[in-house]
């Protein structure tokens, strides 16, 4: 998932992809990117805040129902494992996906994450509609149960981010308090303090996850 205001080529223009390229070379994975439609539209303010939240829950059945066939499509395999990954809006979109359809998305990698979005709408705490709180996973989690619990327990989230400019890894350990009391694997990796808020650093972290 690209960042707030990106779009699917983002990470070829940010050279994620020269980084992964030894991993891609080796058949070990491949790599499909979407734009970011929902995170588009909150950067750009368009249209009421209602139809923001609206938007970024449709946003997420797209990926389930359009982009998830299409990938195994691709690969030829009808139930193909598949990881989210994603840095800043796309880490939490990544989080997301993953634990609201674990049936799909087995690991997640969620780099530098920015997972409380309210702050983003413009809007009075009473105005959150249930589209937003369906589709944002620091408060969707907490509720969840039964069999749909049972099988996000058997996925797992790592959340890395750095400690530098423009981070923010505490909601890192928001996200993972509100997986761990449900029981869901998670794991929180601190880079320091000389990795920033950028694609310096998420080069450098994903190939390594």
């Known amino acids: 998932f690209p960042t707030a205001g990106g779009d699917a080529e983002e990470i070829e223009r940010w050279h994620m992809i020269t980084a992964l390229r030894p991993l891609i070379d080796a058949g070990r994975i491949k790599v499909y990117a979407c734009d970011s439609v929902a995170g588009m539209a909150l950067v750009k303010q368009e249209g009421n805040p209602r139809y923001r939240m609206w938007l970024q829950n449709q946003f997420h059945h797209y990926v389930r129902q359009e982009v998830v066939p299409a990938i195994r499509a691709d690969t030829q395999t009808p139930d193909i494992e598949i990881w989210a990954a994603g840095a800043s809006f796309g880490a939490f979109h990544a989080v997301a996906v993953t634990c609201r359809f674990p049936d799909v998305f087995t690991r997640c990698a969620a780099l530098s994450g920015t997972y409380d979005l309210r702050r983003f709408f413009g809007c009075g705490p009473g105005e959150f509609t249930d589209d937003f709180w369906v589709s944002s996973p620091l408060h969707f989690v907490p509720t969840l149960g039964g069999y749909h619990l049972d099988v996000l327990r058997q996925r797992f989230v790592l959340l ?34 000389e990795w920033p808020h950028d694609w310096e650093s998420w080069r450098n972290m994903l190939p390594r996850y």
């Open 160 to 193: 890395a981010s750095g400690e530098g400019r423009a981070e923010a890894i505490e909601e890192s350990w928001w996200m993972a308090n509100a997986l761990g009391k449900k029981g869901v694997p998670n794991r929180v990796d601190n880079w320091g303090r």
